[in-house]
Every structure is written in C-alpha cells, then in structure tokens.
C-alpha cells in the first residue's frame, strides 16, 4: 500500500524559513514525480509546484504565487521529497500536502495518494 | 492563466442524481479528475481519466469531459456524498490547475 507522510510544519513568524518533508513507502520512489498542493484554512485546493524524477531531468515547475520563494528537491536514497519555503507570508499559512504522480503521460497527472498534511502557520 | 470554473455549491435528495460540472475552454481536449473531500479529512480521488473509477470508489461515482466541460455525477446520492468536490486538470503553461470547488449538500 502506497502511504506519503508530510512533516515539518509549524508556527512561524512572516519573511522566515521552513523546510517540509514528504517521506514515501509502498512503490519506487525515483519512479515518480511529486507535487505538491496547499489549502488556506477554508478554501480551496491549490497547487504549489512539483519535481519530476530523474528519468524526466528532475525538472522543477512553481505556482506564480510562490514562485522565486519555495523549492523543491528529492532524495530518492530516502524516498523524500522535500519544499524549502523561504520569505514566508502570512498567506502562505495551509496544510501542505504532497503526493506522487507519474509525470510521463497527462492522462497520468493526478494524486491518487494523500496524507494527511502538515500545517504551516505564518503569523507574528 | 487557466480556470477551471465549478458552481460553489450544489443540492441534491437522497437517492437523486447530483451534477457537477467543471468549464474551461477546451478542457476536453485534455483528461479531467475529480476529488472528494468531506469536513476534516484529506482529499480523495474519485475519478481520473475523465472518467475511470479508482478501486474502493463506489460505481455510482461517474464522469465524463467532452468541449469545455467535465461533469462529475452520482447517481443515487447518499448523505454519505456530503463533501467538497474539486475539478483539477492539466495544461501546458500553467500546469496543474484546481477548480475552486462545489459544496455538495444530500439534503
């Protein structure tokens, strides 16, 4: 059974940094890209960004929101993937989800895998 | 930018079938899937591929994506089905796209 966990967050106060984590079990990590999607306390779901596997160059792509502040990077010896979220604002306070997703065909790109999330909580 | 544009909210009887659509321009030249999501709890996929059914998703679930528009619909609506329901698609420029999802109330 494939399960993703999300970890790392927390309070924080505005322009700081925090790096979640989200730890995968159950498949071939290397084999899949992982994206991730936020949600701001009651409203809807929004993409953040993703990283494709090595296979597909590990290429990166980000939400214009976030853009230039958040990144994302993997270690597939761990089965992790990580998203750095620097210069932190009040309205990036959301439960992060991430999940893995196989990149190489559209009819592909969905999350059929969810965590529970991790939340982040950006305030002074 | 690319929206996916669903109704805040729709109303359904038990037992009667709820529509739930999902517009964007040409969305159906590309694959649409649907998520579940009930008060507290994380999403879950009930339809990928336009239409296919992931295991464990009961058949009353169904969809299709055809011009500018996906439809989610179940039929015989339980209260069970009381979620939020999101449309979420893929395009080119702006990659992975949400809708603002659809409050169902079985009521």
């Known amino acids: 059974e494939v399960q993703v966990v999300e970890s790392g967050g927390g309070l924080v106060r505005p322009g700081r940094s925090l790096r979640l984590s989200c730890t995968a079990s159950g498949l071939t990590f290397g084999d899949y890209a992982v994206n991730w999607v936020r949600q701001a306390p009651g409203k809807g779901l929004e993409w953040v960004g993703f990283i494709t596997n090595k296979g597909s160059g590990e290429t990166t792509q980000y939400a214009a929101s976030v853009k230039g502040r958040f990144t994302i990077s993997r270690d597939d010896s761990k089965s992790i993937a990580y998203l750095q979220l620097n210069s932190l604002r009040t309205d990036d306070t959301a439960v992060y989800y991430c999940?893995?997703?196989?990149?190489?065909?559209?009819?592909?790109?969905?999350?059929?895998?969810w965590g529970k999330g991790t939340t982040v909580t950006v305030s002074s | 930018s690319y929206d996916l544009t669903q109704p805040p909210s729709v109303s359904v009887s038990p037992g009667q079938t709820a529509n739930i659509t999902c517009s964007a321009d040409?969305?159906?030249?590309?694959?649409a899937c649907w998520y579940q999501q009930k008060a507290g709890q994380s999403p879950v996929l009930v339809i990928y591929?336009?239409?296919r059914r992931p295991s464990g998703i009961p058949e009353r679930f169904s969809g299709s994506n055809s011009g500018n528009t996906a439809t989610l619909t179940i039929s015989g609506a339980q209260a069970m089905d009381e979620a939020d329901y999101y449309c979420?698609?893929?395009?080119?420029?702006?990659?992975?796209?949400f809708g603002g999802g659809t409050k169902l109330t079985v009521l």
């Open positions: 999940g893995p997703f196989h990149y190489y065909s559209v009819s592909m790109r969905y999350m059929d895998v």
């Open positions: 979420q698609a893929w395009d080119r420029s702006a990659f992975w796209v």
């Open positions: 040409k969305l159906g030249e590309t694959y």
């Open positions: 591929r336009d239409n």
